[in-house]
């Protein structure tokens, strides 16, 4: 099978159910970020130590894959039927949030701000996190203009706090601590 169809050449997409859009439209930046998470994620597990927070990345990797065949899947046009999607991830969730409890039990309080990095499983997992950001902030954006599962916001959003404390946990577990934002090294000399 070729990779290359020549089809988009002229910059546009076909989305599924076969609409062609501009692929500078907000749906294809939408599902775009959430690939672009994915890609992000697969070199994080790269630099991760833990087997269990490696083992939990990868399920989220299957869950984005199922996001973002969501995102790129909308409202058919009068007539015709919707491509099935693999189904959207609303019950990983709560598993994330269960997943941020047990961790905590594990990391000293948080007083401080933090910055990215640390370990380099850390530092992955935070870069991981910006990305996820994004990708939650394009979501957004084409939520106002168009129908968006609301599981597709509330996962990013989630998984965003869980690859923050995943980024924590890989400090903690390669004895470096967490790099603390110190606002007085922004004073003038």
Not at 40 to 62: D, F, K, M, P, Y
Not at 65 to 92: C, H, K, Y
Not at 132 to 154: I, T, Y
Request: with cysteine; glycine share 8%.
């Amino acid at each position: 099978m070729r990779i290359y169809t020549r089809t988009g050449d002229s910059g546009d997409t076909a989305l599924l159910g076969g609409v062609r859009v501009g692929k500078d439209h907000p749906r294809v930046t939408a599902y775009g970020t959430v690939d672009e998470l994915n890609s992000v994620l697969g070199w994080a597990l790269t630099q991760v130590s833990a087997g269990a927070t490696a083992e939990r990345l990868s399920r989220i990797q299957h869950d984005l894959f199922a996001l973002g065949s969501d995102l790129a899947n909308p409202q058919p046009a009068e007539g015709r039927r919707r491509p099935s999607t693999p189904p959207l991830p609303g019950e990983r969730i709560s598993e994330m949030e269960g997943w941020m409890d047990e961790a905590d039990r594990d990391l000293s309080p948080l007083r401080h701000f933090v910055l990215p990095g640390g370990a380099p499983g850390a530092a992955a997992l935070h870069v991981a996190r910006s990305v996820c950001r994004r990708a939650e902030r394009a979501v957004v954006s084409l939520s106002s203009d168009e129908s968006v599962d609301g599981v597709v916001l509330a996962y990013l959003n989630r998984l965003s706090d869980l690859l923050f404390v995943f980024a924590r946990l890989e400090n903690a577990r390669a004895a470096q601590g967490d790099v603390l934002w110190r606002p007085s090294q922004n004073k003038k000399p």
